[in-house]
């Protein structure tokens, strides 16, 4: 953990790495109604008690949505949080199925793309 | 009073219209270009494998393995099972209440305004053609079970508590925008309050709802089709190639 406090973040990468996948993320955020109809398809939501944080919409707004609203002006326990997001409530099984077409696990995939380039990851070893 | 109606009920009208068009237009353009893109999905071949020529589909073979097919999906032990798998896989299913309420309310906000006799009558002065007409019982009545609908998804946002996790205040702006132009059009046509300022709140309420169609969160009327269609068999001509 104290190696952690060291890191810097990097606004203009963060930024970049948005920028990639701009017109996709801003229509998820857009379209998604948050109807939570995805939630039955995670195996993560049916077998934590239904726990909505598991749902996909849930870990796909809060991350890259959260990426996404604070722009670079991130902090590093938000990008914590993300990052238990991402790898803690998520396995990328990409089963997860959405009516309105939102890709979701390319949404959190890119999430962890952000994370990783800011040096902020799951340790496995140490989980 | 009368000068905001004419402007409301004319200019406006059209702009809105414009703004719905053309962002639908739009959007539909977006989902086709490099906005989108294109899966390439690797498929996989076995060994020595060799296509085998197709038994086309209306040789006799062919249609008489169909009816085979059916008869027995029909059949009495799979009845049972299939009634089993809808129950657990189908979302009318798993949630009967919230899909018939979701799929009412839908066919109301999209059918009843079409044929509401004032509209009908409005157009046909505007343009000198219209559809015809439904019962003004009938859409008053359509226009309420929207709004009881409309209380469900509120209650839903208030107290289940997944929903309620995902909720923020955008989507009870956008609830509220979605069921305005129902609510004000039931007390216009009611006359509760003064009428004509009831009507004014109604043609700016459709109004923003029309706008607010291709770049909000209703945009899924766009994309729910456009995505039905790509998504590999699935009543749809797609091969599951596309995603954004
Ligand atoms: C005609 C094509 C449309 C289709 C196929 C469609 C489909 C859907 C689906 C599948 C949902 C998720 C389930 C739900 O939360 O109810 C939904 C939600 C919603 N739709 Fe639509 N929709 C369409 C048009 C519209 C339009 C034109 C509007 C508004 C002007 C609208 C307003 C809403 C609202 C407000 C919700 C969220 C309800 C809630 O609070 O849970 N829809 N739609
Ligand atoms: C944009 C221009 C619009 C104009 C000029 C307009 C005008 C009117 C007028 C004059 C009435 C009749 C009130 C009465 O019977 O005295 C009416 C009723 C109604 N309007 Fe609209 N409207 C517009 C848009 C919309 C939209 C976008 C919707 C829905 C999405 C809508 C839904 C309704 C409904 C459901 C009623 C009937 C209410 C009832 O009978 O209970 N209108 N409208
Ligand atoms: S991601 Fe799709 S299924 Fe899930 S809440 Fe959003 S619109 Fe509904
Ligand atoms: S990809 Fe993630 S959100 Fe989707 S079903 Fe798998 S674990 Fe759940």
């Known amino acids: ?127 | 009073m009368h000068q905001i109606y004419q402007f409301v009920g004319g200019p406006l009208v059209w702009f809105s219209l414009l703004v719905f068009i053309a962002g639908t237009i739009h959007q539909i353009h977006q989902f086709f270009t490099d906005f989108s893109k294109k899966k390439t999905i690797p498929q996989y071949q076995p060994p020595g494998f060799k296509k085998q020529p197709s038994i086309g589909w209306f040789s006799k073979n062919a249609i008489t393995t169909r009816i085979a097919l059916i008869k027995q999906w029909f059949s009495r032990e799979n009845r049972i099972r299939n009634m089993a798998m809808f129950r657990a896989t189908n979302v009318f299913g798993i949630h009967p209440v919230f899909s018939w309420a979701t799929l009412i309310f839908h066919v109301c906000l999209v059918i009843t305004p079409l044929f509401v006799l004032a509209h009908n009558l409005l157009l046909d002065e505007a343009l000198g053609i219209s559809l015809f007409s439904w019962s003004e019982t009938l859409t008053d009545s359509m226009t309420v079970v929207l709004l009881m609908c409309g209380a469900y998804f509120l209650y839903r946002r208030f107290f289940v508590r997944r929903v309620r996790a995902i909720t923020s205040f955008y989507d009870y702006v956008m609830l509220f925008i979605a069921v305005a132009p129902f609510l004000t059009g039931f007390m216009a046509y009611h006359q509760i309050y003064d009428y004509q300022t009831m009507v004014i709140l109604h043609i700016l309420a459709g109004e923003l709802m029309l706008i607010a169609i291709p770049y909000t969160k209703f945009a899924h009327m766009i994309y729910f089709f456009l995505q039905r269609l790509c998504v590999a068999s699935e009543y749809s001509f797609g091969k599951g190639n596309r995603t954004w």
Not at chain 1, 12 to 34: E, F, G, R
Not at chain 1, 86 to 98: E, M
Request: with cysteine; glycine share 2%; hydrophobic share 35%.
């Open chain 1, 1 to 127: 953990m104290t190696e952690q406090k060291s890191i810097e973040i990097n606004p203009k990468t963060i930024q970049s790495l948005l920028d990639d996948k701009k017109a996709q993320i801003q229509t998820a955020l857009n379209v998604c109604a948050h109807c939570t109809l995805c939630a039955e398809s995670c195996f993560l939501f049916m077998t934590r008690d239904q726990d909505p944080k598991y749902m996909p919409s849930y870990k796909f707004i809060n991350s890259i949505g959260t990426l996404y609203k604070k722009k670079a002006r991130i902090d590093l326990d938000t990008l914590n949080t993300i990052k238990d997001i991402v790898w803690k409530d998520c396995v990328l099984c990409t089963r997860c199925y959405c009516p309105m077409g939102i890709d979701i696990p390319a949404m959190i995939a890119h999430a962890r793309k952000i994370c990783r380039s800011q040096g902020v990851v799951h340790e496995f070893d140490n989980a």
